[in-house]
């Protein structure tokens, strides 16, 4: 079992910057993945930023260069560093974690992430 609960999100004008976190609690030496995820709205929830245990990365190209996704193994924390915010970023975002040691095809889809946090929202005004 895994615990993950975020925090970090709030309102921000259009070109600031956020840093959410997630701090993973439990089993996680069987997390190949952690990632985080967005919901907007009236959308379905998209993959935002994914690590790998071996800590490459993937992106969605709507943050590429905007976002960084990192992770402090000490402190078992996830975090995503987001930059030059968008109105069109606005959502609610989770963070993920993999959970069964599996390789996945495509870190950004949802199959595979088996735990979640709880949320955290982020607003971005123009």
């Known amino acids: 079992e895994v615990r993950l609960v975020e925090s970090g999100g709030g309102s921000v004008q259009a070109g600031g910057s956020l840093r959410l976190s997630c701090v993973a609690s439990g089993s996680t030496h069987n997390c190949r993945y952690m990632g985080w995820f967005r919901q907007a709205p009236g959308r379905e929830r998209e993959g935002v930023a994914a690590?790998?245990?071996?800590?490459?990365?993937t992106y969605a190209d709507s943050v590429k260069g905007r976002f960084v996704i990192s992770k402090d193994n000490a402190k078992n924390i996830l975090y995503l560093q987001m930059n030059s915010l968008k109105p069109e970023d606005t959502a609610m975002y989770y963070c993920a974690a993999e959970g069964r040691n599996w390789d996945l095809d495509n870190p950004l889809r949802e199959f595979g992430y088996i735990y979640w946090g709880q949320g955290t929202q982020v607003t971005v005004s123009s």
């Open positions: 690590r790998k245990i071996d800590g490459s990365t």
